[in-house]
Every structure is written in C-alpha cells, then in structure tokens.
C-alpha cells in the first residue's frame, strides 16, 4: 500500500510538473472590468436586457477610458506572441514593391495612381506625352500619421479643374477640395460635411454632390437619413449650393450623374441599400423639371451612357441578372424601353469605351468578358490572361486603347491594354513583387448547404500541401447586400499561404454572384441560410482533410464580421479561432445609428413587426452568447472612427464575450485608434494589424513558432 501511494503521488507530481511547463505558454487572462447598466427595452412585450448600452456613447469620457483599457490588454497579450515581430516583417518585405493603377486621360494629361512600396496612401501622378511623370496629389502629405486619405477624383469636361474628396481619420464624412489643374493651386473655400458622394461635372461650370444635414449629437453614430444632391458652381460658397433634389423628398441615399455630353443629369434615389427611383433632368434648359423615369424601389437602374437624346441604362427590372436597355430621354418609362443586351443566365456588369460597351459577366464567380456595339451586336469574346477576376474596360468615347486589370488568389493584379477596333491586348504592367505564383494552387469545389442548395468555393494554398487536417486555415465570408466575392491577390493571404495556410472562400447567399434571386435567398427571415452557407463550407474543408476544427479560424468583415459572430455563437465547437471585423452586431438596435436604416431590405428592423423582432433576436450576436459555453479564441477588431458600422456594436459584443466566457480560450478586442469602416486605412495601420491577426490566430492553434518553421504542440 506505502508503495501504491508513493507510486500515485509521484504521478500527481509528475502531471503538475507537466501542467507547470505547458502553462508557460499560456497569457493570463484578467480581463478589464466592464460594468453593467440596468437598460431593458421592450420589444412586443419581449423584454430584452441590454447591460452594455452605454458603450454605445462615444463621446464619452467613460467609453473612452473603456477602450483605452482593453487596447491595453489586448496589446499586452499580442506583445507576448514570439513570432509577431516576424510576420510584420515578412508583410512589410512582400508589400515593398511598386504598384501602379490603369492610366486615364484628363485634358492634355495622362493620369495614373502609384505607389512606390510601403506609402501609406497611393499617389496621383500624371504625365504629358513623353515628358517624364510628376506628382499631381500626395495623400502622404495631408497629415503626419497618413490617416487622412483621397477619395473620389473628379475633372471638368476640359480637365482644367479637378474637384477631389478627403477622409479624415477614416471617417465617411468628406471635405470637397477644388484646384486648378494646370497650376495645383487651390481655387476656392472647401466644401464641408459630405458624405457618400459622387463628384459629377456639368461641363466647366460646376459638379453635383451629395450630403446630409449635419447630425445632432455625435457625427459618428447619430442617425443620418435625409440625402441632398446638390450642385456647387465654380466661383461661388457652399452656402450658395442649390439643393436638387431631396429637400421635398425624404430619400437616405441620393446620387447624381452627369452625360458625358453634359446633356441630361440622371438622380438616382433610394431608402436602402437595394432599389432605387431614377429621375433624369435636361440641363441644357434651365426651366427644365426633373422627370421620374422609374417611381418605385423594386428594382435598381442606373445610367451606362448616352448617344444624344438616347439613354442606355443598366437594370435589373424584369432581369434579375440585369439587362443593358435604350430609350429616349423625352419618353424615358419603361414601357418604351428596348433591350440592347438581354439578360442572360449570368450576372452583369456593363462598361463602355471608345463606343462599345463591355459586358463583365461572372460565371460561378469568375470574369468572362463580351465586346458590343450600342445596337447589341456582338464584335467579340475578349480573352482574358486566365481563370480570375477581370476589372476595368473603361474609357471615353475616343480612346482607341481602354484598359483593365486581372488578378486571381494566386496571381497578383496585372495591368493589360485592349485595342477596342482589333481587339488586341498586351501586358502593360506586371508587378516585381517577391511571390511565385507557380508555388501555389487554388481551384473551385461546389457544396451542398443544409438546405440541399450548391454552394461555389474557391480554395487556395501552397502546392505540395498535405491534406492530413492540421493545416491551418481560414474561412473567409461575406454573404449579404448584393455583392460578389470574386477571385483577387491580396498580400496579406499571399504571406497566409507561405506559412503553409489554406485560404477558403465560399460564395454564400445574399451575395450577388448568381443575380438578385440569389441576393434575395439571403436577407431578412432567410439570413441564417448565409450562417448555414458558412457551417457548411466549413464542414466541407474538415470532412475532407484540408483542416479540422482544431486548425480553422472564420474570418469576415462588417456584414461578413456579423456572419462570423453569429456563426461562432452558433457553432463555437467548429472553429478554433474567430476573427469578426467591423461587424454588425446587435441587430436589435443597428438601424438606429448613422446609416444603419439603409440596411433593413437587407437584414428587417426590430421595430417591423413581432416575428422580424423574434428573427433578428434569434441570431443577434449580442443577444446569443450565453454564460458558460466555450467560445474559440476571438480577436475581434474595429476602428474608433467607424461612422458606417458604429464600434459599439463590437465593444457590446467583445463585453458579452469577456463576461460569459466558459473556456480559456481569449476574448481579445483591438480598436484602431483615428480609423474607420476600412476604406483609406495607411498600409503602415494594415501591416501591423495583421501581424497581429495572423500572430493571434497561429498561437491559438497551437503553433510555438511560425508554421513554416516547426510543428505544432500535441
């Protein structure tokens, strides 16, 4: 018996050396505290607790004291992961190489966007004729941090002045900047307080742009839905703006383009993110009213171009993959409207150059690309450098040479020309960037989700990869408002897939890669079929040994960071790692913040009725985390200056997280500082926010060092 327990207590001390030596690897987890409020909203007589509204205030000393502590402790964390400093650099060496955008013609000069390596922000040049090139704007020297970024860029008709857009700190309020072209000199006060705008010139004289009131309270989060088109003319203040259209009409999004010719302006306006009215005006006459052309939100049409009084508009009425159509602009209803490309089985997305149109159709998520005359008859197939995605085919109506761009997973952008009359296309620019293609693999596997329905996904990692289960992998998804996830090279997954990474990206519901019907299958009471989409991919890559739950991290960003909160409170057994980015959280309360209203053909509102309430409470990532159950690892990011997806949603969610946990794994929120929803966001912020996401997921899955390098424990 004495030997029996001497035999047991040496065990004993032998497991607690064993647990001792393990525990070193692992960071205490003592999370900041977060308090708690007694808010409770009714909601058709569901009483719904809401303990973290407060953090809804971003004005607040107390909220930002809040961020402050996490970003602390979430740095304190990252700072201890031995191989983050490595992945840092290895982004910032294969980001280092020159990139350079499609060239345009403005005026007498050729314009192009360039970036030298690790700029920041890319730089506009131009050049004329062979004369060497020179800086026309410098984003890079519009603030010290590089946080100030150029939006939209816009000439008049003789490409003398240019009319330019500014975001501060991320920020999706602009400033509108108007200089002479020739001498770069500023030529009058800047215009304030605008947002989702285009910039859009009749003639020389002036441009029409849009914003909203200013917001009472915080121009951050403050509800925003009232849109304004309004037309600034040259040599006069803003407060002389004549509004268009929207002052009688309540519409959250309002937009105006211009012909080419300066003949008519074409108003596009909606209350959501799917649909719109379309309105056109003759501005050659200044007595002119502004006619309806479609008076209804069914549908979305837009202007493509005109050939004199004759309009081409692009729409999916009638044609849930869209039709290119013409018409006259004095009798502009659809009933006289006349198909010049008919819908097709295939999604499109039209352009024009040189007086042809070409139509981008996506077959299973990838470019094929059609030459057309304006009367619809086909000139020919283009053929393109491979399997991808093709962007571009854009020019004025004599540019002979139109260009575009083509990229896939694997295979950085490249930039081709195209002889519209021949049809000839050659390389025009090809990346010096430290990254074989030939080392790599990605091709297309279908699925079936739960619901029996086949689901496209494309799946790249390096050649040579073992399919044992323990790669690690992420899942990347985004399913919702209509829009497509095609194949493009992005650096920071090239850097993913040197380290042996799988990277996975299905083509869910509620996205537009198969039309408006596909859209649809998505939105409102038919959302979890997205979340459902998501489970299934992430079955397939376990079911056939390209990872295991053990190895794989769902990754998605703002309605894909909602994809990844709900599916994580769903599943949290499926994934290891999960890493929502600018998500919509709460989808209880989204609507009542910036432009979130705009978002209900999408996702429905609590306020709609009993049962969209009970819905959205059914898989509301705030409301769904429940004390005891073991989450995966989670580094949720978002951006102090988010005015599109308000940070709150993020910080309730990481408050949930934090509190409820049940398992070890952490709970980590990183709150950029003087960022927003992504758009403009300085390489430099990039490079180490992946370093960081790519460092937390690799620790915890297991891996001591990077995976190129050893194997992972256990």
Not at 196 to 208: A, M, T
Not at 293 to 299: L, R
Not at 520 to 547: H, P, R, S, W
């Amino acid at each position: 018996m004495k030997n029996i327990i001497l035999i047991a207590l040496f065990g004993i001390l032998l497991i607690s050396c064993k647990n001792s030596e393990s525990n070193k690897n692992e960071i205490s987890l003592n999370y900041p505290a977060t308090k708690k409020v007694d808010t409770v909203t009714d909601y058709f007589g569901t009483k719904v607790k809401d303990p973290y509204r407060w953090l809804e205030d971003d004005t607040s000393t107390e909220t930002g004291n809040w961020v402050e502590k996490e970003n602390e402790f979430t740095y304190n964390y990252l700072a201890k992961i031995p191989y983050r400093e490595e992945l840092k650099k290895r982004l910032e060496k294969l980001w280092n190489y020159e990139k350079i955008g499609a060239p345009f013609k403005e005026g007498n000069y050729t314009y192009f966007y360039k970036n030298n390596g690790l700029q920041n922000q890319y730089v506009l040049y131009r050049q004329k004729g062979e004369e060497t090139p020179e800086v026309f704007l410098d984003p890079n020297t519009f603030s010290k941090d590089g946080t100030t970024s150029l939006g939209n860029v816009s000439f008049s008709k003789n490409g003398e002045t240019v009319a330019y857009s500014i975001s501060e700190g991320g920020s999706d309020w602009r400033k509108i900047i108007v200089m002479d072209a020739e001498s770069k000199k500023i030529k009058e006060d800047t215009i304030v307080d605008v947002k989702f705008s285009g910039i859009s010139w009749k003639n020389n004289e002036g441009f029409f742009y849009s914003s909203y009131e200013k917001p009472k309270g915080s121009e951050l989060s403050a509800k925003t839905d009232q849109h304004h088109l309004f037309y600034h003319k040259l040599g006069t203040s803003q407060k002389e703006d004549q509004i268009i259209f929207g002052k009688d009409q309540k519409r959250r999004y309002v937009g105006g383009n211009v012909t080419e010719d300066g003949h008519y302006l074409l108003i596009s306006a909606s209350i959501s993110t799917s649909g719109n009215e379309l309105y056109i005006k003759d501005l050659t006459n200044k007595n002119s009213e502004i006619i309806p052309i479609v008076s209804n939100f069914e549908s979305t049409t837009s202007l493509l171009d005109s050939k004199g009084d004759i309009l081409f508009l692009v729409t999916n009425l009638n044609a849930p993959n869209k039709r290119v159509i013409k018409v006259n602009a004095s009798n502009p209803e659809p009933k006289n409207w006349v198909d010049v490309i008919p819908e097709t089985s295939n999604v499109l997305t039209p352009s024009t150059g040189n007086g042809y149109i070409f139509a981008k159709y996506m077959v299973d998520a990838i470019s094929k690309v059609k030459q057309y005359d304006y009367n619809g008859k086909l000139i020919r197939d283009i053929k393109l450098p491979g399997i991808g995605t093709a962007s571009g085919f854009r020019g004025k109506k004599d540019q002979k040479i139109i260009y575009y761009s083509f990229s896939n997973y694997i295979t950085p952008s490249s930039i081709y020309d195209l002889n519209t009359e021949t049809g000839k296309t050659s390389l025009y620019k090809k990346p010096a960037i430290d990254f074989n293609s030939d080392d790599f693999e990605s091709h297309q596997v279908f699925y079936n989700s739960k619901d029996g329905t086949k689901i496209p996904m494309i799946i790249s990692y390096k050649k040579g990869t073992v399919l044992n289960g323990k790669n690690p992998t992420i899942l990347y998804g985004y399913g919702g408002f209509n829009i497509s996830i095609t194949p493009s090279f992005s650096i920071v997954n090239a850097v993913w897939m040197e380290q042996g990474g799988v990277y996975a990206v299905p083509n869910l519901r509620g996205g537009g890669e198969y039309g408006e019907k596909w859209h649809n299958a998505g939105i409102k009471m038919k959302k979890q079929n997205v979340f459902d989409d998501f489970i299934a991919a992430a079955e397939y890559l376990i079911k056939n040994n390209y990872t295991s739950s053990k190895y794989l991290a769902i990754r998605g960003a703002s309605n894909g960071g909602l994809l990844v909160g709900a599916t994580m409170t769903q599943r949290p057994d499926l994934m290891k790692v999960a890493l929502p980015a600018v998500g919509v959280m709460d989808m209880l309360r989204y609507h009542k913040f910036t432009a979130g209203a705009g978002w209900a053909y999408d996702y429905g509102t609590s306020d709609d009725s009993k049962e969209m309430f009970e819905y959205l409470k059914g898989y509301s990532p705030v409301q769904n985390v429940k004390k005891g159950v073991h989450y995966p690892a989670t580094l949720i990011t978002t951006g102090d200056h988010d005015d599109r997806v308000v940070p709150a949603h993020s910080f309730k969610f990481a408050a949930q997280l934090q509190a409820k946990q049940g398992g070890n794994a952490p709970i980590l929120i990183r709150i950029e500082t003087n960022a927003g929803h992504g758009a403009g966001t300085p390489v430099s912020k990039t490079i180490e926010q992946y370093a960081d996401i790519f460092g937390f997921t690799l620790y915890n899955m297991g891996y001591k060092d990077l995976p190129s390098k050893t194997k992972v424990k256990g």
